[in-house]
């Protein structure tokens, strides 16, 4: 990165599922850095699963010296599960962190002997020319989050913030794994992240530093923009999201025709999944990217088909908001897909439920193109 700050953080191929849930097809990059100075700092360790790896990568950039600090900005296993390993190889360093780190790491492991430094929000450490202020980041992701902000070269080690999936031997768009990342890791937590922005927007930042995802420079204000969206739960691109839920695909057609009849109105962009086959948690990122959705499901049992109950609660989960919502059932007797889904949705905040539902019994039919033609038209006013 520069002279005296060395990025010595790990790839991982080998995951199938990052935090036991989220698939990454181009695996994950856990970061961690080495600050050298006349007190040198390392900033977090990284899953253990790639414990052997970064050890290596430590060792070769230490150059022969010996930590002095650990700053630990998380304790999720992703970054410390290694922190144990590290004392026992590194004993004179000390571990900063704040009171709920300490209280944390305490859960992963015993740490006796090891010399904790407490910091607060706003203090400072300093290493020689580079200063170290920490800056509390609570909930985004865990409570005892904390970034770390260098004023000599104007780094920010921003913690799991600004991260994105994937490792970094890999080309891909930053907005795409990032928005999927954001959303699902942390996009409950809007009013925290914009807190943290203001603290940021003071600071003046040529690097950003995440525990996950390459080093930003360049990009900073784009990202910063990205942030302020996805956190304020803005609409970032214009178009409608279909997500759909079909047992025998005449629920699929219906979603396919809409998209059809928004299309040849001009709609900007049409995106559309399948609830049962693809990425719940792109799915989830879509829902997010969009200022209007449409909402497609089979009846089921009384109720509506599972994949779409299942996309509810994980929207739920992630404080849904601020968006306009059609709806379209299928039932070939007793539909019952939009109630279940209006039940559903009237726990949200600030969601706006298109009527009336668009109700199909069976298979797309002729007649059923009046209805879907007036959602069409509804979204796009
Ligand atoms: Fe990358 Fe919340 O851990």
Redesign the pocket.
């Known amino acids: 990165m520069t002279d005296n700050i060395r990025y010595i953080g790990v790839n991982d191929h080998d995951i199938d599922l990052f935090?036991g849930q989220y698939i990454v097809p181009n695996g994950m990059a856990?970061n961690s850095y080495l600050i050298l100075d006349e007190k040198v700092a390392v900033m977090d360790t990284v899953d253990q699963r790639k414990a052997g790896d970064y050890f290596a990568n430590l060792e070769a950039a230490l150059e022969g010296r010996t930590p002095d600090y650990l700053v630990v900005s998380?304790v999720?296993?992703?970054?410390a599960s290694s922190v144990k390993l590290f004392t026992e190889k590194y004993p004179a360093a000390k571990i900063v962190g704040n009171a709920k780190t300490i209280q944390f790491l305490a859960n992963y492991f015993d740490l006796t002997g090891t010399e904790f430094i407490t910091v607060k929000d706003g203090d400072t450490l300093s290493l020689g020319q580079h200063q170290l202020t920490f800056v509390l980041a609570p909930m985004v992701?865990?409570p005892e989050?904390m970034m770390t902000y260098e004023s000599t070269e104007k780094v920010l080690f921003s913690?799991?913030g600004f991260?994105k999936f994937g490792a970094l031997d890999v080309e891909e768009d930053w907005d795409c794994e990032a928005r999927r990342y954001y959303f699902n890791?942390?996009g409950k937590f809007g009013v925290q992240v914009q807190s943290v922005l203001k603290k940021a927007a003071g600071l003046e930042i040529s690097t950003i530093c995440p525990?996950?995802g390459p080093i930003l420079t360049d990009t900073i204000p784009h990202v910063l923009e990205l942030y302020n969206i996805w956190s304020s739960y803005g609409v970032e691109s214009e178009g409608v999201f279909i997500a759909y839920a079909s047992i025998y695909g005449n629920t699929k057609n219906a979603a396919l025709k809409l998209k059809a009849l928004l299309e040849s109105r001009g709609c900007p962009k049409v995106a559309i999944t399948d609830l049962a086959r693809e990425d719940m948690a792109e799915a989830l990122e879509d829902a997010f990217r969009y200022g209007k959705v449409v909402l497609a499901a089979s009846s089921y049992n009384g109720g509506v088909m599972p994949f779409m109950e299942d996309f509810l609660h994980h929207l739920k989960a992630k404080n849904y908001q601020k968006r306009t919502i059609g709806l379209m059932e299928n039932g070939t007797w007793a539909p019952s897909a939009a109630k279940a889904m209006k039940e559903t949705l009237a726990a949200f905040k600030d969601i706006t439920v298109l009527e009336p539902a668009v109700t199909i019994r069976g298979a797309l039919k002729e007649t059923d193109l009046p209805a879907l033609e007036a959602l069409a038209d509804e979204l796009m006013k």
């Open positions: 935090e856990y998380h999720e296993p992703d970054h992701h865990w989050v913690a799991d991260g890791i942390v525990l996950h």
